[in-house]
């Protein structure tokens, strides 16, 4: 069960790790709670389903902290998007599953979690992923990354809800 953080959270990297993690738990409970067809199936105008917004997610993560502000390369950056292009409509793998996606969203997580335990937030990001030149803090990366979890939840939630699944927290 996702609990919201607590106050009093004065470490700001460990306030950052508690609310993504309680945003991705309520972006995973909101797929769990559609029918598999109702997960594959656009329930908004612009058409996108809620398999594409949580595989989107688990590639936004990625790219804002493994290859943004780590630096690593990753194979697909903009693999959640069709054709490999940025601003292109979400896709979700063929046979991709809610579980299948939290399984790796777990493993970005957990690398997330190992980088704001140890990084003060003013450590700019590497250069040579995402970042070639005058690349962010890590602050403003995590600012960053939780505003856009946090927007997709909420998009979600509309969803769900023509979906006629769950409404509320």
């Not at 953080?5 to 991705?24: K, S």
């Not at 890590?138 to 997709?152: A, K, T």
Request: hydrophobic fraction near 40%; aromatic fraction near 8%.
């Amino acid at each position: 069960m996702r609990v919201e953080p607590e106050p009093g959270l004065t470490d700001e990297g460990a306030a950052f790790a508690a609310y993504l993690r309680f945003y991705r738990e309520t972006i995973l409970e909101k797929c769990r709670a559609l029918p598999y067809a109702e997960q594959r199936r656009p329930h908004v105008p612009s058409g996108w389903t809620p398999l594409q917004l949580l595989n989107h997610v688990v590639h936004v993560e990625r790219r804002w902290i493994v290859w943004g502000f780590l630096g690593e390369q990753v194979a697909d950056p903009w693999g959640d998007h069709l054709d490999g292009v940025p601003d292109g409509p979400w896709v979700a793998p063929q046979d991709g599953t809610v579980d299948g996606l939290a399984a790796q969203w777990e493993q970005v997580a957990a690398h997330t979690e190992r980088v704001l335990a140890a990084t003060p937030m003013a450590t700019s990001a590497a250069t040579g992923g995402r970042f070639d030149e005058d690349p962010p803090d890590l602050r403003w990366i995590c600012f960053h990354l939780l505003q856009e979890v946090v927007r997709h939840a909420g998009h979600l939630d509309v969803a769900v809800e023509l979906a006629g699944g769950p409404t509320g927290e």
